[in-house]
């Protein structure tokens, strides 16, 4: 019983560390910046990475759709 409760936690922590992750990440930027929780701040951050994201998206369209291709000439 022990051992699938431990493959259990360790396949849910494996599944769900990207959010984990962030929301680690979260917690120490919220406690060293008391202001890193605010709506601007998310503005902000959400302002500052839409291009980046809508970049990483047509890239992930065109790297899928096999249309990228490097040659020069």
């Not at 503005?43 to 998206?57: E, K, P």
């Amino acid at each position: 019983m022990l051992s699938l409760l431990n493959s259990r936690t360790i396949r849910a922590l494996d599944r769900y560390r990207i959010y984990l992750l962030a929301a680690a990440v979260f917690a120490v930027m919220y406690e060293f910046a008391p202001n890193f929780a605010n709506s601007d701040n998310f503005a902000i951050i959400t302002r500052g990475s839409s291009l980046n994201m809508t970049v990483a998206i047509g890239f992930t369209i065109v790297m899928i759709c096999g249309q990228l291709d490097l040659s020069i000439g």
